[in-house]
């Protein structure tokens, strides 16, 4: 099983990005709208902290309180992809971010330790 997060890069604070993660292979591929979707990052020097989840059914969704409002993950079981629209980018948005799956729901999906499968990261540069 694989998940390939793509979409990072340099942008100016203020700016946007797109993130995606493309989910395949093995358990993905029959069952990845069982699977909840999440995104993490690790700034430089700091510990890998939760950004945003959404559930199976792509309708819940929930965020890191700090990130309310300038985040908003989605995705598109047909196709295997989880997105994450990124505005009003600040320079403490910089950061390595990692896609993350796990099978149904946790309720302490704020947890990396939930989630069995990760991506290989893509990194966001935030210049101010």
């Known amino acids: 099983v694989q998940l390939q997060a793509s979409g990072g890069g340099l942008v100016q604070a203020g700016g946007s990005l797109r993130l995606s993660c493309a989910a395949s292979g093995g358990t993905f591929n029959g069952d990845f709208n069982t699977f909840s979707m999440g995104w993490f990052r690790q700034a430089p020097g700091k510990e890998r902290e939760f950004v945003a989840v959404?559930?199976?059914?792509?309708?819940?969704?929930y965020y890191a309180d700090s990130l309310k409002g300038r985040f908003a993950v989605s995705r598109d079981n047909a196709k295997k992809m989880v997105y994450m629209q990124m505005d009003n980018l600040e320079s403490e948005d910089t950061a390595v971010y990692y896609c993350a799956a796990r099978r149904y729901f946790a309720v302490n999906y704020a947890s990396a330790n939930q989630y069995n499968y990760w991506g290989q990261g893509t990194l966001v540069t935030v210049s101010s």
């Open positions: 959404v559930r199976a059914n792509s309708v819940s969704t």
